[in-house]
């Protein structure tokens, strides 16, 4: 079994209205030193073992569904695990 966390951010240079809208309260906090702020989303999946390549199929899903890759990243890292 293999445990696969995903990363999925905006790319650097699209806008990110949530970021500032999170980065304008903290600074309304009093947290004044925070310069920026980049929203996005992490999904961890467990994934059976099988003949197909761990990394060819996470890349694969991230590619048609986990991630918009026109104006989004994404990384993984993969562990495999001993379930119990």
Do not use: W
């Amino acid at each position: 079994m293999y445990k696969v966390k995903v990363y999925v951010t905006l790319r650097e240079s699209v806008l990110d209205p949530q970021g500032n809208a999170v980065k304008g309260a903290l600074h309304s906090l009093s947290y004044n030193e925070v310069q920026d702020v980049r929203i996005g989303k992490f999904m961890e999946l467990m994934i059976e073992k099988n003949d197909r390549n761990i990394d060819e199929l996470v890349r694969e899903m991230c590619e048609k569904l986990l991630a918009n890759t026109v104006i989004e990243d994404y990384r993984y890292e993969i562990e495999e695990v001993v379930v119990q």
